[in-house]
């Protein structure tokens, strides 16, 4: 069975984000010209977008590290987080980037940055694809963004609903429609 594609719209093609991509590769390239930096990949949701953005870092002294968070289940935040998958070792005194698909209510990353500090890194910043102001329930502000969207629900590029869409190349918004609709 096909995915029901006509539930999509595209908001965000393979050039556009190609293009944003490049752009924050030279934000950060700038940022972190003189000291290695720790990649800190959040799982699931940005492995596509990290592994574009941290082929646009060039010669920086990159270190990679994976996290696994989970705080969703269908199209709604359950409010708490859980870290599925822990760092293997120490980021202290570390120049730390985390890498998140989509800043929505902000509580995944106000935790997940709440308990990296306790790690003592060097310095903690967060590159982010996408963000969604709108919906914050905690104040939270990505240092590094690649579009700003608004209310509404998004799939692709390694976003999912459900663990599915993740694979498509472009971002496009999800519309639910008549649940019993195919
Ligand atoms: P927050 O904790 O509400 O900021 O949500 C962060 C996480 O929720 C992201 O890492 C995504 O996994 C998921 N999420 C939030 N909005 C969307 C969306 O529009 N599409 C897919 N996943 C989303």
Redesign the pocket.
């Known amino acids: 069975m096909s995915l029901p594609m006509h539930r999509l719209t595209p908001l965000f093609d393979v050039d556009a984000i190609a293009g944003r991509v490049a752009a924050l590769g030279r934000e950060l390239r700038e940022a972190h010209a003189d000291h290695p930096l720790t990649v800190i990949v ?1 799982l699931k ?2 492995f596509v977008f990290a592994a574009d953005l941290v082929r646009a870092l060039g010669d920086l002294d990159v270190r990679m590290e994976f996290l696994g ?1 989970r ?2 289940e269908g ?1 709604t ?1 359950t409010g708490q ?1 859980e870290i599925t998958h822990d760092l293997r070792r120490s980021i202290a005194g570390e120049h730390c980037l985390v890498v ?10 106000r935790f997940l940055c709440d308990t990296l500090r306790q790690r003592d890194p060097a310095s903690l910043s967060v590159a982010t694809l ?1 963000d ?1 102001p709108s ?1 914050r ?1 905690v104040a ?1 502000t990505p240092d590094h963004v690649g579009f700003t969207i608004p209310d ?4 692709g590029y390694g ?3 459900d663990q599915r869409y993740r694979h498509l190349p472009y971002v496009a918004v ?1 519309d639910p429609g008549h649940p019993e609709s195919p």
């Open positions: 959040v949701g940005s968070v705080s969703y199209t935040s987080v998140e698909d989509i800043v929505d209510t902000g509580l995944t990353l996408l969604k919906r329930k939270f509404a629900f998004v799939v976003l999912d609903l999800y």
